[in-house]
């Protein structure tokens, strides 16, 4: 089932809006305007390839808890041109989108309101690289098992990130078992040593 002319515009709570519906394969062009919650928007979507979510205007949204929780056979989320700034809760995102491959624009995203970073990226066992180095993360007081089980993750680039205010950094690379390259430039003596503390073992910092 493909949802092409649905008419979302209007809508004020996207909560839950696809949860469990298994039938669905691919969301074209959805319009959100007026939603200030995402949770658990696409929730076991588990038939789920594809999602355009170009045209959701996110300058409401504070919370993407769940967002694609169980997606399992979801590949490409495309979310250029997303305002982030006003989400504080990125708690789980993406978690258990086991066959997650690219999430376009996620390197513009502005973060610097999220608090919680928790699991965001949790199981995305096919993601194999990830650019966050315009993530402002200064405001996060919690990051732990941000990464945890990106099993196919060989390099990350996490310069210019401050870990100023976090309280809770515990395990954030957990069984990301290729994972060869970690880039910190311009990240602050701190926040390097505290990312250096969790690696793997084979990963190099540059």
Request: aromatic share 12%; glycine share 2%.
């Amino acid at each position: 089932l493909e949802v092409t002319f649905a008419d979302t515009s209007a809508v004020t709570d996207a909560t839950n809006m696809f949860c469990l519906n298994e039938n669905l394969t691919s969301i074209p062009a959805l319009v959100i305007q007026h939603c200030p919650s995402l949770y658990c928007m696409f929730y076991k979507c588990s038939n789920l390839t594809y999602i355009d979510c170009r045209n959701f205007d996110m300058s409401k949204v504070t919370n993407v808890e769940n967002f694609t929780w169980m997606c399992k056979n979801l590949v490409t989320i495309d979310a250029t041109g997303w305002d982030m700034s006003n989400v504080n809760n990125m708690y789980t995102m993406f978690i258990n989108a086991n066959a997650l491959k690219e999430i376009k624009g996620i390197e513009d995203w502005n973060v610097s309101n999220a608090k919680t970073l928790i699991s965001v990226f949790y199981a995305c066992k096919a993601l194999t690289s990830l650019d966050l180095s315009k993530w402002n993360v200064e405001n996060a007081t919690t990051i732990w098992w941000m990464f945890n089980g990106c099993t196919s993750l060989t390099t990350l680039n996490l310069s210019n990130w401050h870990l100023t205010n976090c309280i809770d950094f515990t395990e954030p690379f957990k069984n990301c078992k290729v994972l060869n390259t970690i880039t910190m430039t311009h990240s602050d003596y701190n926040t390097v040593n505290n990312i250096i503390a969790q690696l793997p073992t084979k990963t190099a910092a540059a």
